[in-house]
């Protein structure tokens, strides 16, 4: 199941006029999971990716560290900080690479898209 986009980009979205984009897990996910139930449909292929780079569990390429800030370059499709459906996330790899951090651990992306 798919969206697809048709016409401007909403203000608080980024959609392109003639892409297709992957059903919302909020709302529409338990009603898809319900209505398809019983049917030979596809994996979602969302689900696949974060099966993917979570198997992969690269290591991060940093970009600038010092004392006090780091920056990333995290790879496409890692998620900033952990998700619902996925645990692995630049967060919890630099959580994980200093356990005896002290201090705030704040995550956030530099870019406007989702990748890389």
């Not at 979570?54 to 920056?71: H, P, R």
């Amino acid at each position: 199941m798919a969206e697809f986009w048709y016409g401007d980009s909403p203000l608080l979205e980024v959609r392109k006029h003639n892409f297709y984009y992957p059903a919302c897990r909020g709302r529409c996910e338990p009603i898809l999971r319900h209505m398809l139930q019983g049917m030979n449909v596809e994996d979602n292929p969302l689900d696949l990716v974060g099966e993917e780079v979570e198997s992969n569990k690269t290591s991060l390429e940093i970009v600038f560290e010092d004392e006090f800030i780091m920056a990333v370059n995290k790879p496409n499709e890692m998620l900033s900080t952990p998700g619902r459906h996925q645990e692995y996330s630049v967060y919890t790899i630099i959580k994980e690479s200093y356990p005896s951090a002290t201090g705030p651990l704040l995550v956030h992306r530099l870019d406007m898209s989702t990748s890389g």
